[in-house]
């Protein structure tokens, strides 16, 4: 974790910006469209053109990370965690949902939630995880099949090369190990432009035939967006015409859970001391224990369990979530050993993983992990 200092080092000589921009960047990194149909991902409360000079990280927003925010003179709350999670049809401050949003939007604070966006992504919640676990060699363990789009384009033959390269540079055409990957289709494109426009080709107010090609590309949801502005500034038309269209392909780099292996097989006993250890849990519950050395562990942060099947069929030994059911610990018990390592513990490291990612791409913004335990679970 890091140290206070480098939690507050960079408050100094810091500048604002605009809150648009920080979420522009960060649903590159984890667009929205990777989000479960369940979630609430995204802007909650704030105007996405405000200006803010400094933001606390924290999983969970509460009444306490509020006041740490305010003291701190942040701007914006970034939350693993939505505070929205339901619909709200009243703000009367019946409960404790209500009477923190109105908080935030009487103190003109805003809150952004990364959740199951950034639990999908490979280099999300779970690879922070698996890297704390001491796990190599990390793959999903459920790939996903959204998030990916077949991007179509039509441009005069001369510029073909132009935009198809450029479009590759900014991140399409990527299928597996190959790069680079598109079909290209010659034809005919006719349109007519009206008063005022500047066409390329053709005249004004005369139906122009030109002889184009249809290229068309795979592009992840991740780059979507950076791919169609790099495709628009190399295309000549002044109005391009472009397709997209939504995929079922299944994505190795994005999806639920992970799984990886030891660099050396240990006993279950140790490594579960390991585990421990590395989450700083007071206890973590678990099935019946196998009996032979763990090498191959899969994991999801948070609530996993509709992955225990996934992680046996994948020859896990082991399989470390959190909010795992009493019945649940039946399952391929003696086959696979399940562990249930605390919400909390497992998703922690998120805020670590936010602080650097945001600091990497924004030296001059002044940001700070929050020092509150938002853990609502406690031991005796």
Request: proline share 3%; net charge negative.
């Amino acid at each position: 974790m890091l140290t206070s200092a480098e939690k507050t080092i960079n408050f100094i000589a810091k500048k604002k910006m605009v809150l648009q921009q920080l979420i522009s960047f960060l649903e590159e990194f984890a667009p929205l469209s990777m989000q479960e149909s369940y979630d609430n991902a995204g802007l909650l409360t704030g105007n996405p053109n405000q200006e803010i000079k400094s933001a606390l990280i924290t999983l969970d927003v509460t009444d306490e990370v509020l006041d740490e925010a305010l003291a701190g003179d942040h701007q914006l709350i970034i939350a693993h965690h939505p505070i929205i999670f339901k619909g709200i049809k009243k703000l009367t401050g019946s409960n404790f949902v209500e009477s923190l949003v109105i908080k935030a939007i009487k103190n003109d604070l805003a809150i952004y939630a990364m959740h199951t966006n950034l639990d999908n992504m490979y280099h999300g919640v779970n690879a922070r995880l698996g890297k704390k676990l001491n796990l190599k060699n990390l793959q999903i363990l459920q790939p996903g099949g959204s998030g990916l789009k077949k991007l179509v384009v039509y441009c005069p033959s001369d510029y073909a090369d132009t935009v198809r390269n450029t479009m590759f540079e900014a991140g399409a055409g990527f299928i597996g190990q190959y790069d680079n990957c598109s079909f290209n289709t010659v034809g005919q494109g006719t349109f007519r432009a009206k008063e005022g426009t500047h066409p390329f080709v053709g005249e004004i107010g005369k139906t122009h035939v030109e002889k184009e090609v249809k290229i068309e590309t795979v592009v992840s949801s991740l780059n979507l967006s950076k791919v169609i502005a790099a495709m628009i500034s190399a295309h000549p038309y002044q109005e391009v015409a472009y397709d997209i269209f939504p995929m079922e392909n299944i994505q190795n780099n994005t999806g639920a859970g992970m799984i990886g292996e030891l660099e050396k097989e240990k006993p279950l006993m140790d490594y579960l001391k390991e585990v421990k250890k590395a989450l700083h849990a007071q206890a973590i519950k678990f099935n019946q224990p196998i009996q032979r050395p763990v090498k191959k562990v899969a994991f999801c942060g948070g609530s996993g369990s509709f992955l225990i099947h996934q992680a046996y069929r994948a020859g896990a030994d082991l399989f470390i979530t959190a909010d795992v059911k009493y019945h649940d610990f039946f399952e391929h018990a003696g086959a696979m050993t399940i562990v249930d390592a605390g919400h909390y513990e497992t998703e922690q490291f998120t805020k670590e993983l936010l602080y650097e990612i945001i600091m990497e791409n924004f030296t001059n913004f002044a940001l700070q992990i929050s020092e509150t335990d938002t853990n609502p679970v406690k031991f005796l």
